[in-house]
C-alpha cells in the first residue's frame, strides 16, 4: 500500500505560477514511475504529466507542455508540478498516482490515487 498526499493547490490570476507537490510512503518510492492527473467540474479526470521511477523520462499532455514541469526528489519521496503560464481552463482538482503499467496516459493504469489539491486559475 501507497500513500499519496498532494498540496501546493491555491488560487492563482491567469499567467501565474503553482508548484504542486505529491508526497509518498513506502521505502521504494525510487522503483514506482508516477502520473499527475486533473479533473476540471463536470468533466472526466484527464492526464497532464509523467515521471518514471527515475525521473529521466517524463512525457507531457498537449494542452501543458511548455508550460508545466514533472520533476521527482527520491531522496524525499516526492513529487512535483511545476505550472507555469497558467489559463483558466487549468482549473482543477490536481491528483498524483502511482503507475501499473500499461499507456502512460490511462487513468486505469494507474493504483494509489492522493486525495488531490484544487487550483483555480482566475482570469
Known amino acids: 500500500q501507497v500513500q499519496l498526499v498532494e498540496s501546493g493547490g491555491g488560487l492563482v490570476q491567469a499567467g501565474g505560477s503553482l508548484r504542486l507537490s505529491c508526497a509518498a510512503s513506502g521505502r521504494t518510492f525510487n522503483s514506482y514511475a508516477m502520473g499527475w492527473f486533473r479533473q476540471a467540474p463536470g468533466k472526466e479526470r484527464e492526464f497532464v504529466a509523467y515521471?518514471?521511477?527515475?525521473?529521466?523520462?517524463?512525457y507531457y499532455a498537449d494542452s501543458v507542455k511548455g508550460r508545466f514541469i514533472i520533476s521527482r526528489d527520491n531522496g524525499k519521496n516526492t513529487v512535483y508540478l511545476q505550472m507555469d503560464s497558467l489559463k483558466p481552463e487549468d482549473t482543477a482538482v490536481y491528483s498524483c498516482?502511482?503507475?501499473?503499467?500499461?499507456?502512460?496516459?490511462?487513468?486505469?493504469?494507474?493504483?494509489?490515487w492522493g486525495q488531490g489539491t484544487q487550483v483555480t486559475v482566475s482570469s
Open positions: 515521471i518514471s521511477g527515475s525521473g529521466s523520462i517524463t
Open positions: 498516482a502511482v503507475r501499473r503499467g500499461g499507456l502512460i496516459t490511462v487513468v486505469d493504469e494507474y493504483v494509489y
